[in-house]
T-cell receptor
Framework: DAGVTQSPTHLIKTRGQQVTLRCSPKSGHDTVSWYQQALGQGPQFIFQYYEEEERQRGNFPDRFSGHQFPNYSSELNVNALLLGDSALYLC?????????????FGPGTRLLVL | RKEVEQDPGPFNVPEGATVAFNCTYSNSASQSFFWYRQDCRKEPKLLMSVYSSGNEDGRFTAQLNRASQYISLLIRDSKLSDSATYLCVVNEAGNNRKLIWGLGTSLAVNP
């Protein structure tokens, strides 16, 4: 049973460029949440997708957008990259069942913006 | 006050020691609580969900104090492999599906 997978593992971009990160959830999970984690910080919630729609959003600008596909996989897009977007981007998948939900993380994509 | 606060440490302890971390949260309506462990340059991994009665998993014990709005994690007989950052996670009040993360507490277990 594959866990959460993310691609690519590492990425280097320059300011102003656009980037797309991908996530496949754990088998049986239907919800994908994206987080940004800067060095020395805890994960910061970007948004959450369920039933192919954005259901929750954190305090991130519109440059951050996403998508969820019918197979529950998801993409995170970041436009007009800034130096401050350099971080580890984590995808977590989950399934809400019986009022309980636990998030499981993929290995992350490490983005460096030069 | 931050929504979720943790002592960043680092905590340096010898092998075999008992160490406890506390985490405070700001909103009394929060319902879901977790401890995650994160190794350097790796993703967070679930260590324990925290239940209202407290729960134990081997050397790890988690407790919730709703009145004082804190959760704790106790590690007994610490091992070198316990060295990691421990992240406290609480759901946003009124929103069980959105999680708020602490900055993490760094633990180094020394031989």
């Amino acid at each position: 049973d594959a866990g959460v997978t993310q691609s690519p593992t590492h990425l280097i971009k320059t300011r102003g460029q656009q980037v797309t990160l991908r996530c496949s959830p754990k088998s049986g999970h239907d919800t994908v949440s994206w987080y940004q984690q800067a060095l020395g910080q805890g994960p910061q919630f970007i948004f959450q997708y369920y039933e192919e729609e954005e259901r929750q959003r954190g305090n991130f600008p519109d440059r951050f957008s996403g998508h969820q596909f019918p197979n529950y996989s998801s993409e995170l897009n970041v436009n007009a990259l800034l130096l401050g977007d350099s971080a580890l981007y984590l995808c977590a998948s989950s399934l809400l069942a019986g009022g309980k939900e636990t998030q499981y993380f993929g290995p992350g994509t490490r983005l460096l913006v030069l | 006050r931050k929504e979720v606060e943790q002592d960043p440490g680092p905590f340096n302890v010898p092998e075999g020691a008992t160490v406890a971390f506390n985490c405070t949260y700001s909103n009394s309506a929060s319902q879901s609580f977790f401890w995650y462990r994160q190794d350097c340059r790796k993703e967070p991994k679930l260590l324990m969900s925290v239940y209202s009665s407290g729960n134990e998993d081997g050397r790890f014990t988690a407790q919730l104090n709703r009145a004082s709005q804190y959760i704790s994690l106790l590690i007994r007989d610490s091992k070198l492999s316990d060295s990691a950052t421990y992240l406290c996670v609480v759901n946003e009040a009124g929103n069980n599906r959105k999680l708020i993360w602490g900055l993490g507490t760094s633990l180094a277990v020394n031989p």
